[in-house]
T-cell receptor
Framework: DAGVIQSPRHEVTEMGQEVTLRCKPISGHDYLFWYRQTMMRGLELLIYFNNNVPIDDSGMPEDRFSAKMPNASFSTLKIQPSEPRDSAVYFC????????????FGPGTRLTVT | DAKTTQPPSMDCAEGRAANLPCNHSTISGNEYVYWYRQIHSQGPQYIIHGLKNNETNEMASLIITEDRKSSTLILPHATLRDTAVYYCIVRVGVSSASKIIFGSGTRLSIRP
């Protein structure tokens, strides 16, 4: 298995631009999580899905952030408009709800907003 | 939700056992203790979890005190590749998915 795949690995954009981060979970996993990591705030859970349905989005910082999961093999995290304070590493993770307590993390997307 | 307390940093000599402590004095009876680690520039990696019995796998051992108020992660023969931030986490929520809340962790440095 290829593991959780995230793209792009690095993104540099200007303030005000739209940014879309992508994630492909491990095949067969029915839970998908989006996290953000910064030096100041550590690793924070933004939102998670179960069977493509958003379950808890209480960690999403504000309306500029949105996440979708149109099917079991793809999710996006969109920031519109982006701001410098959104600069962080964004991780996607997936797990199988019925057989594992373990979350498998992707390599992350390093976002820099100038 | 139970909180965890970990020392911010530790170091250990290569080849020796690394013992990472964690306090979780408000843990509930049905909450598990999880350990993850994050090697620089990578995503977190699951290590082990337990409820009340001691657990061992190919990566580490987890020792949970009888009152469950604290635990210790043991890396039996630390190598330079074990240098990472180690997170002790108590699982919140009631569903099997339940979200993992990461604290600040312990930065473990392995010295040659």
């Amino acid at each position: 298995d290829a593991g959780v795949i995230q793209s792009p690995r690095h993104e540099v954009t200007e303030m005000g631009q739209e940014v879309t981060l992508r994630c492909k979970p491990i095949s067969g996993h029915d839970y998908l999580f989006w996290y953000r990591q910064t030096m100041m705030r550590g690793l924070e859970l933004l939102i998670y899905f179960n069977n493509n349905v958003p379950i808890d989005d209480s960690g999403m910082p504000e309306d500029r952030f949105s996440a979708k999961m149109p099917n079991a093999s793809f999710s996006t995290l969109k920031i519109q408009p982006s701001e410098p304070r959104d600069s962080a590493v964004y991780f996607c993770a997936s797990k199988s709800g019925t057989s594992s307590y373990e979350q498998y993390f992707g390599p992350g997307t390093r976002l820099t907003v100038t | 939700d139970a909180k965890t307390t970990q020392p911010p940093s530790m170091d250990c000599a290569e080849g020796r056992a690394a013992n990472l402590p964690c306090n979780h004095s408000t843990i509930s009876g049905n909450e598990y203790v999880y350990w993850y680690r994050q090697i620089h520039s990578q995503g977190p990696q699951y290590i082990i979890h337990g409820l009340k019995n001691n657990e061992t796998n190919e990566m580490a051992s987890l020792i949970i005190t009888e009152d469950r108020k604290s635990s210790t992660l043991i890396l039996p023969h630390a190598t330079l590749r074990d240098t990472a931030v180690y997170y002790c986490i108590v699982r919140v929520g009631v569903s099997s998915a339940s979200k993992i809340i990461f604290g600040s962790g312990t930065r473990l440095s392995i010295r040659p």
